[in-house]
């Protein structure tokens, strides 16, 4: 006699509207009468095998309602991998507990446990749905016209650089903002989106999608300084060189590594530092400054974008109707209609397990260190209402006396 039993997790990096995806479930799982109770993992994947669960049966719509609105993972999160044999746990536990509805929430990583952890109920015989729901601020899953946590990722970033500008035509000098991105550029590519005026900056914009070549760097800084008299860049933190060398660690001197063995790109300032200190050294410039964004364009509380938040809600009730209303495992994909409009689609988990997107070539400008119309026009709609805006004096010149 089936159980009516469903689990729900979180993995991966947090987000700002991951919660609303995870609300989205609950609600929406609630609707169907043959569901008896709504689990959450602890910590993701990592919850499961420990069979840390908690029941959000018994929780509140309206204190649902508030933990929607608010960044982060509810139910805590996870960098494990898992491989075949910890998938291999996770549906022993699935299975001891009846559970015959699996949403998992995250990006690349989680796919492809949602993947696994199907083919092995399927070799089992075991009745197990498991659907895979996009997070990810890098929007770098296949099969999706974006991904839920980009846009409000992107509208932070957008206003960060925006008012960095500010700063740095205050006061003149050179400006490094590094965002995360090992890969996709989508990230770093949404500063572009913070200028006004066409002397604001980010000047100059480099993508993991190019070749990164230092001395070429070096030469469009001086270019844009001369020019302008100052120059604000933007970096992604997955640069590289021809061979695909993260150019962190060609410039450090010691490389920190994740437990993944990858080269550590967020959560550190040395990249940032790095090309400041190359900036000084080499063109001479004084006052040169460089940030590093990281945990911060993640779960950041006071700018999400509202259609951000109305897509992270459907996208965890397409979950739901997708698994009680069809006959087959997959990963919710939003695909965009019209000007601006999105419709939902499932796709096989094949198509989007283990694989990466990164920029379209139609979005980079020739020059490699710009976006395109096209990608400004593919980014807008996303970031939603009430995008702030900065004016400038019109500064009416008075003639000189004493020095005219």
Known sequence: MPSGKILVAQGGGPTAVINQSLVGVVLESRRFQHVTRVYGALH???????????????????????????????????RDKPDIAYCQQIFEVLRAHEIEHFFYIGGNDSS?????????????????????????????LVGSDHTPGFPSAARFVAQAFAGANLDNAALPGVYVGVVMGRHAGFLTAASALGKKFPDDGPHLIYLPERVFVLEQFLADVKTTYEKYGRCVIAVSEGIHDASGEPIASLLAKEVERDAHGNVQLSGT??????????????????????????????????????????????????????????????????????????????????????????????????????????????LRPLLGSGMPDAFRLRAAKVAKVLKP
């Open 112 to 140: 492809d446990t949602v993947r696994i952890v199907s083919e092995e109920a399927h070799k089992a015989g075991y009745p197990l749905r498991c659907i895979h729901i996009p997070k990810t601020i890098d929007n770098d």
């Open 44 to 78: 993701g994947v990592r919850g499961i095998v420990n069979e840390e669960f908690v029941d959000l049966t018994q929780e509140t719509s309206h204190n649902l309602e508030l933990v929607a609105a608010t960044p982060s993972s509810a139910l805590g999160s996870t």
């Open 269 to 378: 300032g040395a990249l940032a530092d790095l090309l400041c200190d190359e900036i000084k050294a080499k063109l001479g410039i004084k006052r040169v400054r460089g940030d590093t964004f990281g945990y911060l364009q993640r779960s950041f509380i006071g700018c999400v974008s509202d259609v951000d938040q109305r897509e992270a809600r459907e996208v965890g009730e397409k979950a739901v109707q997708f698994a009680m209303w069809g006959d087959r495992d997959g990963s919710v994909a939003i695909k965009r209609t019209g000007f601006y409009s999105v419709d939902y689609e499932l796709l096989p988990l094949t198509e989007v397990a283990g694989k990466t997107r990164t920029m379209e070539d139609e979005f980079i400008s020739a020059s490699g260190t710009d976006v395109t119309d096209a990608f400004r026009l593919y």
